[in-house]
């Protein structure tokens, strides 16, 4: 397995593997890898040849005061649990390599990134397709992995993929889990043993909503409503927000039907975790 730190030597790892025929699978990350990632890049070498991941942590997509500089970051540890997952190449590069001086473009898909994260992450989302754009363009992947836990995120891509025309295939994994039931995120590293007990409440409370919706509840505002007070039973728990919303808009439902998405991001103290679930009514 390589570790490319520049665009250039990654363009050539690409033009030899385009050269040779061969397909390529881009799996892209901010690094500090877990099962989840580990799940997406094994998906990636199943479908295809050639498996590249990148491991930055992009500046872009962090507001003012959120986790950036904190953000773990290891690369040696990444780049061990890359390759038995089937890496061939790990695509690490600078914030500078990136982004040099005089960097002045952006992109931005509008309307389903005014919902969910979007509305209290300002930028975010500008920052994320930014980056998978650059991403995109360098590795030229046939085919990018994406995780569902990240479920805006992924119908945002697929947003920008279709409008600007590009030539890949998006592939969404389903959300990987701890046995606990715990979603996983890099970000769990920073949750006290007892914020991460509270975080349980999460899945709880997503399992509890599917259950009601089986049972025949129809209303989103009622399947709100027991997410809200589901979590609010734990103190250290702080609500940013709890939305039942259609899958293909983002936008609110009160009568749920067809393909829905409960979407829900809460504070453990400093850590801000999201969670979903996605159900067919
Ligand atoms: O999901 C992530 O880890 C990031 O948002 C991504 C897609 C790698 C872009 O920086």
Do not use: W
Request: include cysteine; aromatic fraction near 6%; proline fraction near 4%.
């Amino acid at each position: 397995m390589q570790i490319i730190k520049t665009v250039a030597e990654m363009k050539d790892f690409v033009h030899k593997i385009k050269a040779a025929g061969k397909s390529l699978a881009l799996v892209p990350t901010m690094g500090y890898l877990h099962q989840g990632h580990l799940t997406l890049m094994r998906e990636a070498k199943a479908a295809c040849n050639t498996v590249v991941t990148s491991i930055f942590v992009n500046p872009l997509q962090f507001g003012v005061g959120e986790d950036y500089e904190e953000y773990p970051r290891d690369l040696t540890r990444d780049a061990q649990l890359a390759e038995p997952a089937g890496v061939d190449a790990i695509f690490a590069p600078a914030v500078a390599e990136m982004y040099p001086k005089g960097y002045h473009t952006f992109v931005d898909v509008e309307e389903i990134t005014n919902h969910l994260c979007g509305r209290s992450r300002a930028g975010h989302f500008r920052g994320v397709t930014t980056v998978v754009n650059k991403l995109f363009n360098i590795v030229q992947p046939d085919k990018a992995f994406f995780g569902q836990k990240d479920a805006q995120q992924v119908l945002v891509i697929k947003r920008m993929v279709a409008d600007l025309n590009m030539n890949l295939e998006i592939v969404t994994v389903p959300i990987v889990r701890e046995e606990d039931g715990l979603a996983m995120s890099s970000r769990n590293v920073y949750l006290t043993p007892e914020e991460r007990r509270a975080a349980l409440m999460l899945n709880r409370s997503l399992q509890q909503a599917k259950a009601a919706i089986e049972a025949g509840e129809r209303r989103g505002s009622a399947i709100r409503d027991m997410i809200v007070q589901t979590i609010e039973t734990e103190k250290l728990a702080n609500i940013d927000y709890v939305e039942v919303v259609a899958m293909s808009s983002l936008e609110p439902q009160e009568k749920l039907e067809g393909e829905i998405l409960i979407a829900l991001a809460v504070r453990f103290g400093k850590t801000r975790l999201i969670d979903n679930i996605m159900l067919t009514v």
